[in-house]
């Protein structure tokens, strides 16, 4: 079959320590902070948490605690605030956190005529911005329940996170046309093995202890990723 009438396939791709070096709830907070939306103790507490994220991989209990925050915080603003400070904080703090070498693969996939998709817990006005600047087909993120476009701190369907996430890509896989066995995924995090299973081509990135142990047993690609691509990666930029 020919690339150019070759069935529908989608690369999913998770963002937080695999697209992203670290958590970009955190970096949101800083934006935030600098905003006097929050305060300093909570910059602090994301700080610590998201120091822990980078050492040991996501915490079920801090993200809990990070996303009720979260949802406090947004109480009484529209979404075009939160695509306003989404779009300040992607430019100035998140893309040149990204890792290269995932992007790359990104925009292999995209080049291969596939669709590439963010699959994230974090808010889908976020992702939807992280996409846009990386010229992505989409994304599925957390969506936050708005009247009138004003946000009442309330989830519409749940976190974007674990069985969720395999759900989203199940869903948009139908709406794609794509048979999941010929997709991608991507992601650090073994509470993401839902989304990896489904696919039949799963990857792992920087993987957590638990992700390791079952992507070994089950042979999958493995992508080790050292902050000085980023480094690198940033310092030929400044250069053009």
């Not at 069935?7 to 955190?26: C, E, H, K, M, Q």
């Not at 600047?133 to 369907?157: I, P, Q, Y």
């Not at 489904?198 to 999958?220: E, F, I």
Request: glycine share 8%.
């Amino acid at each position: 079959m020919s690339e150019a009438t070759a069935a529908p396939a989608i690369a999913f791709f998770d963002v937080d320590n695999t697209l992203l070096r670290g958590a970009s709830l955190y970096h949101l907070s800083v934006g935030a902070w600098r905003r006097r939306l929050i305060t300093g103790r909570d910059v602090a507490s994301f700080a610590w948490k998201q120091a822990r994220f980078l050492m040991v991989g996501e915490n079920g209990v801090h993200l809990a605690s990070i996303r009720e925050r979260a949802l406090e915080v947004v109480v009484g603003y529209t979404r075009a605030d939160l695509v306003a400070l989404s779009t300040e904080i992607v430019d100035a703090r998140l893309l040149q956190r990204l890792w290269p070498e995932t992007v790359a693969v990104a925009r292999a996939h995209l080049k291969a005529g596939r669709e590439v998709w963010l699959v994230s817990a974090t808010a889908q006005e976020v992702a939807d911005v992280i996409a846009e600047r990386l010229g992505l087909t989409g994304a599925l993120g957390t969506r936050l329940e708005a009247v009138d476009g004003v946000f009442t701190g309330r989830l519409m369907d749940g976190v974007c996170h674990g069985a969720q996430k395999a759900r989203a890509a199940t869903i948009q896989a139908a709406i794609s046309g794509a048979d999941l066995a010929g997709c991608w995924a991507y992601s650090d995090s073994h509470n993401d093995i839902p989304l990896l299973d489904l696919v039949g081509n799963p990857v792992v990135v920087n993987p957590d202890a638990t992700l390791r142990r079952y992507a070994a047993a089950r042979h999958w690609p493995v992508m080790i990723l050292k902050r000085r691509s980023i480094t690198a990666a940033t310092r030929a930029s400044k250069k053009r």
